[in-house]
């Protein structure tokens, strides 16, 4: 088990109200096989720059422990949905 931490951003329209639980569908894949996770939601942001013509993006910062197969399998997934607009897996304590 590693410690990771994970930038996610998600398209400004999602439902703020509906963040939280939406996060937690994905993060099924580290619960489930005993990892754990913390989530820090920091609400709508403005964008250094666009991405998808928004400018805006409601930011979440999930740091996690688990197993790097896990780790990935939750980036691909995330890459998958249409609500999140980038994410950013690294692991802090590597050097």
């Known amino acids: 088990m590693r410690n990771y931490e994970l930038m996610i951003i ?8 509906s963040v939280g639980t939406t996060l937690d569908k994905f993060l099924e894949v580290i619960t489930k096989s005993g990892g754990t996770v913390d989530v820090d939601i920091w609400g709508k ?28 399998e939750l980036d691909r997934v995330l890459g998958l949905s249409e609500a999140v607009m980038r994410t950013k897996l690294i692991r802090p304590d590597a050097h």
Do not use: F, H, Q
């Open 45 to 72: 942001r403005r964008l250094a720059y666009d991405i998808n013509k928004r400018s805006e993006g409601i930011y979440a910062v999930v740091n996690m422990t688990t197993t790097p197969e896990n780790a990935k």
């Open 10 to 17: 998600l398209d400004p329209e999602v439902d703020e109200r």
